[in-house]
């Protein structure tokens, strides 16, 4: 890291050392976000509890897909309360992109609601042989 952290002091070694302290203190508090792109993280910061350094896999993933400043606007335009579980949406929307770049998260809708079809016709049976006492061929 090149760039003079606010709180950077040069001079002496001992200032130096002391500088080099606080940059790694200030680093180990900012979020993944502001990691990842050497920006300023303060108490305004959207990513700030969403995306800890922590997450920095999930923040990747999402940047990759939709791109930081995407991120950013959606969660600003979600109440606080929320956005965990906006980011948490992002990041399984992000993962369904990633394995199926055309379906994506429809992808796997879709299969669910196959499945979800065949128990259905699965269930119809079962209750037409428990009712009837023999299967239906036609169903
Ligand atoms: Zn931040």
Redesign the pocket.
Same mark, same amino acid.
């Given at each position: 890291m090149n760039r003079l952290e606010p709180n950077q002091v040069m001079g002496s070694n001992h200032d130096d050392v002391r500088a080099e302290k606080n940059i790694e203190t200030f680093a180990l508090g @900012? *979020?993944? @976000? *502001? +990691?990842y792109f050497d +920006?300023?993280?303060?108490e305004f910061?959207? !990513?700030?509890q969403i !995306?800890p350094e922590a997450k920095r896999q999930s923040f990747l993933l999402v940047n990759d897909v939709y791109g930081e400043e995407q991120v950013e606007n959606i969660l600003h335009d979600v109440e606080p309360r929320l956005r965990e579980t906006a980011a948490a949406t992002l990041v399984l929307e992000a993962e369904a992109r990633k394995k199926d770049p055309v379906h994506g998260i429809t992808g796997i809708i879709e299969e669910l609601n196959r499945q979800i079809d065949t128990l259905k016709k699965d269930l119809t049976k079962a209750q037409y042989t428990l009712l009837f006492g023999k299967p239906n061929a036609a169903l």
């Open positions: @900012r *979020c993944a @976000r *502001c +990691k +920006k300023m993280c303060d910061c959207v !990513f700030a !995306f």
